[in-house]
């Protein structure tokens, strides 16, 4: 195949976006939906100084490594993910401790791990606690 038709049939395999389209448009459901509820509702115990349950919300690779219940996150599968079972409060873990979240939270947070856990740009997500606080 010339260098034309191979890049027709790219093309013609994944549609009228690119490939680079993709991991930009997760990056920023991240950045402006999930982002923001991991930091109000999860990171404040859950950061590299306060590690509960001995993970980082600060870290995508934390997540996937777990704790002693194994990965808190498993990309494309939310019904392996220890994270998502314990939102559903029904199990022995409950997270966030006290209420559940509201069902829309947990619909964005299940859906970022079904499209594969894409971590965004937020810095002010990925650096310290001292500038943990997102626009909400
Ligand atoms: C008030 C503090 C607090 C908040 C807020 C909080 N957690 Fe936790 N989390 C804990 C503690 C304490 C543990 C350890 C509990 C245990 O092992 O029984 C834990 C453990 C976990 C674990 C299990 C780790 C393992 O493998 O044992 C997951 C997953 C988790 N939290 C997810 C979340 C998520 C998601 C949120 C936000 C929606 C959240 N947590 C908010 C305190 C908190």
């Given at each position: 195949m010339n260098r034309a038709g191979f890049l027709f049939f790219v093309f013609a395999i994944t549609g009228p976006t690119f490939p680079a389209d993709r991991p930009d448009r997760d990056q920023r459901f991240f950045d402006t939906?999930?982002?923001p509820i991991l930091t109000r509702r999860c990171l404040g115990c859950h950061n590299q100084q306060l590690n509960n349950g001995n993970i980082s919300f600060q870290d995508r690779d934390s997540l996937l490594k777990g704790g002693r219940r194994g990965p808190a996150i498993v990309p494309g599968k939310p019904e392996k993910s220890v994270l998502v079972d314990s939102l559903r409060h029904d199990g022995e873990l409950q997270m966030p401790p006290g209420p559940?979240?509201?069902r829309k939270e947990i619909l964005i947070l299940t859906d970022w791990i079904r499209r594969g856990a894409?971590?965004?740009t937020t810095r002010a997500f990925l650096h310290g606690p001292?500038?943990?606080r997102l626009p909400q």
């Open positions: 939906r999930v982002a559940k979240l509201p894409v971590w965004g001292e500038i943990i």
